[in-house]
Nanobody
Framework: RVQLVESGGGSEQSGGSLRLSCAASGYTYSTSCMGWFRQAPGKEREGVAGIDDDGSTSYADSVKGRFTISQDNAKNTLYLQMNSLKPEDTAMYYC??????????????????WGQGTQVTVSS
């Protein structure tokens, strides 16, 4: 059974940093496509960062230069380092996984496994 468990969310002031983690189990993590998504109240879920099965990374324009996605294959863990946080980054953050992405890792339609989410709140 595939499980994705996010952690690391919390409250931070504008300009601060947080690191999210996503612990994965139940599948061959090192050959998968994975991504981070977020959803603010009243808004659609959007792709934030993705890492394809060849190791290439993708970022939404709104987070480029501030967020970094990475993975530790030995720990089966995906990370999202978030720096220079802004109030508009406030949302529930989810990690997602699939064996292989056929398109953009930032598209939620690529994924069939999702975590439960971790809340990030940024105050001004």
């Amino acid at each position: 059974r595939v499980q994705l468990v996010e952690s690391g969310g919390g409250s931070e002031q504008s300009g601060g940093s947080l690191r999210l983690s996503c612990a994965a189990s139940g599948y061959t993590y090192s050959t998968s496509c994975m991504g981070w998504f977020r959803q603010a109240p009243g808004k659609e879920r959007e792709g934030v960062a993705g890492i394809d099965d060849d190791g290439s990374t993708s970022y939404a324009d709104s987070v480029k230069g501030r967020f970094t996605i990475s993975q530790d294959n030995a720990k089966n863990t995906l990370y999202l380092q978030m720096n220079s946080l802004k109030p508009e980054d406030t949302a529930m953050y989810y990690c997602a996984a699939v064996v292989s992405c056929s398109g953009s890792p930032l598209s939620l339609y690529e994924y069939n496994y999702w975590g439960q989410g971790t809340q990030v709140t940024v105050s001004s």
